[in-house]
């Protein structure tokens, strides 16, 4: 039996805070981060989650965009991986300060 938990994160109280309080901007997708820059994989959220977690992405591991295009090319736990756009779209990341 598959089980699918989904984290809903309510982002209304955002205006209202300064951009620096505000952590739910902090987190975006994989396929819109900025390329060289590491990142810490917050959530696998969608269809391709399973396929992700086979492939070795998984919440809290350290991760990093390499290049952008058709396929993106990361690194994670020192393995170089392409992952489609729409794969990337279902990782979540936050950036590594």
Known sequence: MLQISLKI???SWMNQ???D????SEIISLKHAEVGSKFKINELN???CD????????ENLP???L???RNLLCSVCGTKLAVSQELAEQVMVKKVR
């Open 67 to 69: 290049k952008d295009g």
């Open 21 to 24: 309080q505000a952590q739910c």
């Open 17 to 19: 805070l300064p951009q």
């Open 9 to 11: 994160i309510d982002c």
């Open 51 to 58: 396929r992700l977690r086979q492939m070795g992405f998984c």
């Open 46 to 48: 969608g269809p391709g």
């Open 63 to 65: 991760i990093q965009k």
